[in-house]
């Protein structure tokens, strides 16, 4: 338990977080992953390489500095942290590595005539404090996952039991239990964690399951990425192959409520909307369904939303490519999406919004549907990597 002189160290800390704490940061990563190669599947090297984990992990430390004296403030950044962890699997051993690294981190960093003992004391109880709130969290995560109907602890041997391109750059696997034993049912939004050799290195990503929970198998759609490790792997496997595969997790999912439904995404951001597309359908809600791609070439999933629209009175869908369209599939509006095409095709303002994509895209639509007087409280979104602030 923090001391009150502690929590005063603590937020004293808050300006020079605010300041230098992507630099801080960056040098606990270094550290780590330099010394710790049992963490670095834990990584994503490429959003190490952008800065993006860096400057996520400051912004979350400097959330939790801010907020020292009142956690629960934190929303909802803690149950982020803990669906993110346990689909890669973060266990308690990691937490003992990443506290002895931060805590030299801030000393290094910040030297030792502003990082004194006192300070790295209140530090090291601020840490012990979070890390015991996570592991706490995780482990009831992970417990309810090994006793779920067809569920399980750590990782589970999948086969890749059919591929199917989706588009230009998507391509759905199709993924079915090496045992051949159910699979626990998930929430439509919600995404798995997987495992893989790459060149003799182990590798962990996650990925947003893409069809409805049927207890038999999951689907994940992928988007090659250039030069992406991960992506360009899945792509190139076989029918047949293997991969491993951590339960499924993660708070975007599609809660239940009576208003107009409207779901956005960008580019492989369609991925999660399409099981909550589904649900949604089964309930008669009302829903408007937005798409923006680069091109028709590159538009996933177009006939099946295409389909269901045919069949279901209650969903209309819009289309719209950044390039003006090459084939006879014509979206509804060329360009990027703007404020007067978004207020034209939402239902009303009192609408329950959804919406995932690169963050370029979150940002405008996030400041698109605020402009447009839609409710913050009634829109949900999720990052594809490190959560960061669209503001």
Not at 132 to 157: P, S
Not at 166 to 185: F, R
Not at 203 to 231: C, D, F, Q, T
Not at 300 to 312: I, P
Request: with cysteine.
């Amino acid at each position: 338990m923090l001391c009150a002189e502690q929590r005063a160290l603590i937020k004293a800390t808050v300006p020079l977080l605010e300041s230098g704490g992507e630099a801080l940061t960056t040098h606990f990563y270094t550290i780590m992953l330099s010394e710790y190669p049992e963490v670095r599947p834990l990584f994503n090297q490429a959003h190490q390489a952008s800065g993006e984990q860096p400057r996520a992990l400051a912004n979350g430390v400097l959330m939790y500095a801010k907020h020292i004296d009142r956690l629960e403030t934190l929303g909802g950044l803690v149950g982020q942290i803990v669906n993110k962890h346990v689909a890669l699997q973060v266990l308690p051993e990691h937490y003992p590595i990443v506290g002895r690294c931060l805590l030299r981190a801030i000393r290094e960093v910040l030297g030792a005539e502003i990082a004194t003992d006192a300070v790295i004391d209140a530090w090291a109880a601020a840490y012990g404090q979070l890390a015991d709130l996570l592991i706490g969290a995780e482990q009831a995560r992970y417990d309810a996952a090994a006793l779920a109907q067809g569920g399980w602890r750590g990782a589970r041997r999948f086969v890749i039991a059919r591929k199917v391109q989706e588009s230009a750059e998507i391509t759905s696997l199709y993924l079915e239990p090496a045992d051949g034993g159910p699979v626990m049912d998930f929430q439509p939004g919600q995404y798995i964690g997987l495992r893989l050799q790459i060149d003799g290195e182990e590798v962990r990503r996650n990925y947003s399951l893409s069809a409805p929970s049927n207890g038999r198998s999951y689907r994940i759609s992928v988007k090659r990425e250039a030069g992406g490790l991960v992506s360009n792997a899945l792509h190139a496997m076989s029918e047949g192959e293997a991969l491993e595969l951590f339960a499924p997790a993660g708070e975007f999912t599609l809660q239940p409520g009576d208003r107009p439904l409207v779901l956005i995404s960008g580019g492989v951001g369609i991925t999660p909307t399409l099981p909550m597309l589904e649900s949604a359908l089964a309930q008669s809600r009302p829903i408007r369904f937005i798409h923006c791609a680069r091109n028709a070439e590159v538009h996933a999933f177009r006939e099946h939303v295409d389909s269901l629209a045919e069949q279901h009175g209650a969903l209309e869908r819009f289309y719209c490519y950044e390039e003006a369209a090459s084939t006879t599939a014509s979206p509804d509006a060329v360009g990027r999406l703007t404020e007067a095409q978004l207020a034209d095709w939402l239902p009303e303002r009192d609408v329950d919004v959804y919406f995932l994509g690169p963050k370029p895209f979150m940002t405008a639509v996030r400041r698109q549907l605020r402009a447009l007087g839609v409710p913050d409280t009634q829109v949900r979104y999720e990052f594809f990597g490190p959560a960061s602030a669209l503001e």
